[in-house]
């Protein structure tokens, strides 16, 4: 069943669409079942909304796999670049910030901590309090930017969302920042995270592929020591975009999930 909701982000004066898959007969169950929050989520479930005209396939894949879980899609802000503002955990650094806008001044992202309160704060009580969730078995997942915001998500409240799939990400807009996270943080509540980047990130830009590679091989040795267990994956041929995406949800959602409700 799928239902779709506009909901407020009281903290931000904005509201968002949300569209949100629960096993069917549901209500004729006593099962809890575990939740993911899906960034990006106009991509997840129809061809029709997503981006390339693509989805990520999340409804074939439960439909397959007979795996029991709530997904939650929370549809990204498209207007002018409030997408790399919500998603962005920290103001990002000018020079940057003119690679995305090509805007001299305009600095970008920082309203990232204040979305993922909202997932938390708001949007989480009311998805539990709707719907027969386990409240303990919540995930998080995104990809690129959406990536960045599901890491910090996990991070920095890794007692909320214990799980974490986070595609492509886009690290290098903030290796410094993620690395103090990381250093400052209890992380033993993560119960597992999944990151991934494929050969041509940069679609073609070298420099960018680059980018992708050292800042994820970074995380990825701050991560080695933290987190238990930690699956990383780099996909030779696979670039940016969501065709290399909706092939990795078989890949991650058993590592989160396992075989709950198979």
């Known amino acids: 069943m799928l239902e779709r909701f506009v909901l407020p982000i009281h903290s931000l004066k904005r509201d968002r669409q949300v569209v949100i898959y629960v096993p069917d007969h549901y209500e004729d169950s006593l099962e809890r079942y575990p939740v993911l929050y899906i960034q990006d989520g106009e991509n997840a479930f129809f061809d029709e909304t997503a981006f390339g005209h693509r989805s990520w396939g999340f409804l074939d894949y439960v439909t397959r796999s007979g795996m029991k879980v709530i997904l939650v899609a929370v549809y990204c802000n498209q207007e002018g670049f409030k997408r790399m503002d919500e998603y962005g955990p920290w103001p990002i650094d000018e020079d940057l910030s003119f690679h995305e806008t090509h805007q001299p001044g305009m600095i970008i992202g920082g309203e990232g901590d204040l979305y993922?309160?909202?997932?938390?704060?708001?949007?989480?009580?009311?998805?539990?309090?709707?719907?027969?969730?386990?409240?303990?078995?919540?995930?998080?997942?995104?990809?690129?930017?959406?990536?960045?915001?599901?890491s910090y998500a996990a991070l920095a409240y890794p007692e909320v969302f214990k799980k974490c799939a986070a595609l492509s990400t886009a690290f290098w807009f903030y290796e410094n920042e993620f690395q103090t996270l990381i250093e400052q943080s209890d992380l033993s509540a993560i119960e597992a995270f999944y990151f991934d980047i494929g050969s041509d990130e940069g679609c073609g830009d070298e420099e960018a592929n680059i980018w992708y590679r050292t800042s994820n091989a970074r995380i990825l040795a701050l991560l080695q020591e933290r987190i238990e267990p930690l699956y990383f994956q780099y996909i030779g041929t696979a670039s940016h975009n969501e065709w290399e995406w909706s092939k990795r949800v078989p890949v991650f959602m058993p590592l989160l999930f396992g075989r709950k409700g198979k």
């Open 116 to 150: 993922v309160r909202w997932l938390i704060e708001e949007l989480k009580p009311w998805v539990d309090a709707r719907y027969p969730t386990d409240p303990q078995d919540t995930g998080i997942c995104g990809s690129s930017m959406g990536g960045v915001i599901a």
